[in-house]
């Protein structure tokens, strides 16, 4: 909930320290105002006199709290590259890159920047000039709790890796909403009904195990076809479809097959020898 002006002219009488403007200037930024001196003096005028008394100057003060001084100067030079590539490092870290999110973020300069005739005239162009589909991120915003759940189960029936570092890297806004929503991932799948304990502990697959994977499947009497092996092991469908393995479940049955018939062969070859009369 961001301060009122009123709000903030009433907090006159804190005891500063360093370590309190470090904390003033964070908690600040984390409710999504602005962080540039002139706005700064205009509504909390004790926090920029404590930042420029412990500090000696306003930069420097930021600059101590991990916040780079370029990322919130109000007249920043902006170009379209540099707007580029702000967005893109935004996205590769999760953050909600919707109109309303950013423009009450403190990358508001960056986005009002994006939406100026001479930059890109909108948010949506600026959105897919940076390589990203803006229906995408707007797909999980308005999602409700439940919404969200069914999702992950969804995900969780295709075998999908459902662990923090590959959501991160593949579905970095359901992710993200459902952080925002439930506090953390993993409460989040607690909510879906499942493990997050046996998600941590998923399987990591290679080709060898996926082969002898297949293989157990056929020993237990399972129909090597599609549906039937995604509902015995939806996990091992889903990597053994993937690119850096097989890439389709045809050729990863192919390989298995032909990894069976090469130990027949080779069990048939030295059963051979071991039976075979000794030459004298």
């Known amino acids: 909930m ?6 903030i002219h009433s907090r006159k009488n804190l ?3 360093a370590e309190r403007v470090i904390s003033e200037v964070r908690q600040w930024r984390d409710q999504g105002q602005p962080l540039y001196a002139n706005h700064i003096r205009k509504n909390f005028q004790e926090l920029l ?9 306003w930069q420097k003060a930021l600059e101590a709290a991990d916040i780079p001084y370029n990322e919130v100067r109000k007249y920043r030079r902006w170009s379209k590259d540099s707007i580029i590539r702000e967005i893109q490092q935004l996205h590769s870290l999760g953050v909600d890159l919707s109109f309303r999110s950013m423009a009450l973020s403190q990358h508001n300069a960056m986005v009002y920047a994006a939406i100026r005739p001479k930059y890109f005239g909108s948010w949506r162009a600026a959105l897919e000039a940076a390589g990203l589909v803006s229906e995408e991120i707007y797909r999980y915003r ?24 590959a959501m991160d890297e593949t579905s970095n806004r359901l992710i993200a909403t459902a952080r925002r929503r439930f ?43 599609t549906p039937e092996v995604k509902r015995a092991n939806p996990s091992l469908f889903a990597a053994a479809c993937k690119k850096h393995f097989y890439g389709t479940w045809k050729k990863a049955l192919k390989a298995a097959l032909k990894a069976e ?14 039976s075979a009369p000794s030459q004298v």
């Open 261 to 274: 018939e090469d130990t027949r062969a080779t069990i048939a070859t030295q059963s051979a020898l071991v």
């Open 49 to 57: 006199a404590a930042a420029i008394r412990y500090y000696g100057s």
């Open 142 to 165: 308005s999602w409700e709790q439940g919404e969200i759940l069914d999702e992950i189960r969804r995900l969780k029936a295709e075998g999908v890796d459902l662990s923090s570092k």
């Open 15 to 17: 005891r500063w320290s």
């Open 2 to 7: 961001y301060y009122a002006c009123m709000q």
């Open 183 to 225: 506090g953390n991932w993993g409460r989040a799948l607690e909510s879906a009904g499942i493990d997050y304990d046996e998600v941590r502990r998923r399987k990591r697959w290679t080709r060898e195990n996926l082969v002898e994977g297949i293989l157990d499947l056929k020993r237990q009497g399972v129909k090597l076809i």
